[in-house]
T-cell receptor, first 115, second 114 residues
């Protein structure tokens, strides 16, 4: 079975500081990994994904994430946080052996960037 | 990317009634799913909408409560039947075109059951 853990319900960071939102995963095979952001009263917006290749992937709005197979992690990062980054962030996984299946989501981490 | 239109965007419903949510995609898609997001919670998969056949439901969700139709590759409906306050949630339509690709989401339908 696939699963995702986001150990932090809430992350607070000052504007201009680097931010990290943590994610670990569990799959039987190799993973496809995704990050989404949800602003208030909106649907989910795709930020970035890891499929294969370079462990550091870059996505929308200056976000990046690093795939670490030994630690089964896929933490989301940004060098300098903006107040407008405040939102709910979801990590998701799909096992590459599972075909066209839905994503399994973590519980979400609420990011608050303080001016 | 795919553009997804969900209707209604929100509704307030009475206990015991049913509501049908529509999901229209601007292009043909292979995969279509329905998720539920209860207040302050993560996304829980309700079912996979299969084109031309019965939907595949996840544990805890049944066809009598959440009937789903998918007549073609661009459209699906989810009905929430005999609603109770516990059904108050955001219902999200999600689509994808390949196993390596991301899923795209509609804006969601926010249901409040009184």
């Amino acid at each position: 079975a696939q699963s995702v853990a986001q150990p932090e319900d809430q992350v607070n960071v000052a504007e201009g500081n680097p931010l990290t939102v943590k994610c670990t995963y569990s799959v039987s095979g190799n993973p496809y990994l995704f990050w989404y952001v949800q602003y208030p009263n909106r649907g989910l917006q795709f930020l970035l994904k890891y499929i294969t290749g370079d462990n550091l992937v870059k996505g929308s709005y200056g976000f990046e994430a690093e795939f670490n197979k030994s630690q089964t992690s896929f933490h989301l990062k940004k060098p300098s946080a903006l107040v407008s980054d405040s939102a709910l962030y979801f990590c998701a996984v799909r096992d590459i052996n599972s075909g066209n299946t839905p994503l399994v989501f973590g519980k979400g981490t609420r990011l608050s960037v303080i001016a | 990317s795919a553009v997804i239109s969900q209707k209604p965007s929100r509704d307030i419903c009475q206990r015991g009634t049913s509501l049908t949510i529509q999901c229209q995609v601007d292009s043909q898609v292979t995969m279509m799913f329905w998720y539920r997001q209860q207040p302050g919670q993560s996304l829980t998969l309700i079912a996979t909408a299969n084109q031309g056949s019965e939907a595949t439901y996840e544990s805890g969700f049944v066809i009598d409560k959440f009937p789903i139709s998918r007549p073609n590759l661009t459209f699906s409906t989810l009905t929430v039947s005999n609603m109770s306050p516990e059904d108050s949630s955001i219902y999200l339509c999600s689509v994808g075109t390949s196993s390596t690709g991301e899923l795209f989401f509609g804006e969601g339908s926010r249901l409040t059951v009184l």
